[in-house]
């Protein structure tokens, strides 16, 4: 759950963000309790903020699993958000169909991403409709009338995929190798998984257990994935980011875009 925070002055932390640090911090007061009937390989949707430092509220993204009539695919739908300069908006939504494996890896999806000016526009210009498709380690991409195909050495995962497959995996699951399609755009290859055990987190007068997976790779800089007892994703963290279960993430984030653009426009009235 968040909570309505003042604006700070920025200050040098001096240390690497955690779960604990951005509790102290006031990014977030409790994590949402876990549904009794959440299960990893079942149906879901977790919306998490996008915080980042300076920044606060940037964002927001939503994952959503729901299971096929075949049990070795799902599909996974990915809503985001994320607030640029002066109120501007880029969104992503992609729709995955995706095998079941330790990690899981996109068979074919669809995937649109869109810009908005600060008065909330559309720029026709930025955006970006394709649909692709692995088959036999070749990856076809369809953009209108332009096709292109290239020969891939194994079947990448991708970024939200591994959101998904972390849910799954045992707290001492043995680390695990694979490529990577990151955002389903940039490959990257030779990316490395590996649990971190379990640590008892201190927040909000409270001690709560949580376990964690760190992946690292060549191109890519390092997250960490935090997971409570019930398996459920409840932060994942990269450098300045920070990414949070909360279920007002909506609704947070569009209370800083809508103050980003008020700021943007009380600017331009004062310079015209």
Same mark, same amino acid.
């Given at each position: ?6 604006? !700070? ?5 001096? +240390? &690497? ?22 299960? &990893?390989?079942? +149906? ?10 300076? +920044? ?11 299971? +096929?009539?075949?049990?070795? !695919?799902?599909?996974?739908?990915? %809503? ?27 068979? !074919?999806? !669809?995937?649109?991403? @869109? ?16 649909? @692709? ?20 050495? @194994?079947? &990448? ?34 990316? %490395? ?15 709560? &257990? ?20 019930? %398996? ?5 963290? @990269? ?34």
């Amino acid at each position: 759950m968040s909570k309505k925070r003042n604006r !700070k002055k920025s200050e040098i932390i001096g +240390s &690497p963000l955690t779960p604990e640090l951005l509790n102290k911090l006031g990014v977030f007061n409790v994590l949402p309790d876990t549904p009794k009937d959440f299960r &990893p390989e079942g +149906s879901w949707t977790n919306h998490y903020r996008i915080w980042a430092c300076k +920044s606060e509220d940037v964002g927001y993204l939503r994952l959503q699993r729901r299971k +096929s009539s075949s049990d070795n !695919k799902f599909t996974l739908n990915v %809503h985001q958000e994320l607030a640029g300069a002066e109120g501007s908006v880029s969104k992503i939504d992609v729709e995955i169909s995706c095998m079941y494996e330790q990690i899981s890896f996109p068979v !074919k999806w !669809k995937y649109k991403s @869109s810009f908005m000016d600060p008065q909330g526009n559309p720029v026709e210009q930025l955006g970006l409709q394709e649909e @692709s498709s692995i088959s036999n380690n070749v990856l076809t991409i369809s953009r209108g009338n332009q096709v292109i195909k290239r020969k891939l050495s @194994s079947e &990448p995962t991708c970024n939200w995929c591994i959101c998904e497959s972390v849910q799954r995996l045992t707290k001492n699951n043995k680390p695990l190798a694979f490529d990577m399609l990151d955002d389903l755009t940039v490959l990257k290859t030779n990316q %490395h998984l590996s649990g971190q055990g379990i640590s008892t987190i201190s927040f909000s007068n409270r001690k709560i &257990p949580l376990y964690s997976f760190v992946h690292i790779g060549a191109g890519n800089l390092p997250f960490e994935y935090w997971l409570d007892e019930r %398996h459920r994703l409840v932060m994942f963290i @990269s450098m300045d980011k920070a990414y949070i279960l909360d279920d007002e993430a909506e609704n947070v984030y569009l209370d800083f875009l809508n103050h980003e653009r008020k700021s943007f426009l009380s600017r331009s009235r004062k310079v015209s």
